[in-house]
């Protein structure tokens, strides 16, 4: 699969198949991730794979945590302005839409919310945490990683979702991989096969015009 290939076919599975995830495909795929460019060569990247036994353990314990937390970090700015605001609101309606979850419908969407707590049925995931003292450039190391892994997936035929959702759930993760006082939660990652039957894998997102958000200068 050539690298543009890989580019136009990933995309955020929201349904997995549950076929699964050898822990050596696995292994292979973060090896070949930790080549993404990393400022100083800090390579900030923690990574914590849930899979097989793991995974069902994790999915135990995560039903003895029913308190709200304190999130890693706010997601997103409390007031967005334009033109993310609407951005992000309009992904949000268009797979509802798909799904036929009306906006009155609060239950319906709550209950596909907290698919993000199942990693939507995907067999396979990993945590990925960063130490507290690194700072912005460093989480721009983290979603270079990201990427890498998640093209390298396709090229091995399978599929992901990034799921900084888990960045509420800080403590309930934390203290099932035993991750140290100070690491922080960045994200999760579902991995797996889509589920190409899911009405809600055919959401494709809008990509604004070049010229909204690139200037070439003469």
Known sequence: MKVTE?????KTIRSFLKIPIENELIEELLKKSARAPS??????WRVFI????????FKIHLESYAEAEIPSYEI???ELKEPYRSSRFKVGEDMY???NIDREDKAGRFTQLAKNYTFFGAPAAFFCYVDRQMGLPQWSDLGMFLQTFMLLAREAGLDTCPQEAWAV???VVSDFVQA???????????IGHRDESAKVNELQTDREDLDVWAKFLE
Do not use: I
């Open 169 to 171: 759930r800080p403590k």
């Open 76 to 78: 997103y700015p409390k």
């Open 6 to 10: 890989a580019v136009e076919t990933r």
């Open 180 to 190: 140290g006082d100070e690491l922080m939660l960045f994200c999760g990652m579902a």
């Open 39 to 44: 400022g100083g060569n800090l390579q900030p």
């Open 97 to 99: 839409k798909l799904l």
């Open 50 to 57: 849930l899979n097989n036994k793991s995974m069902e353990r």
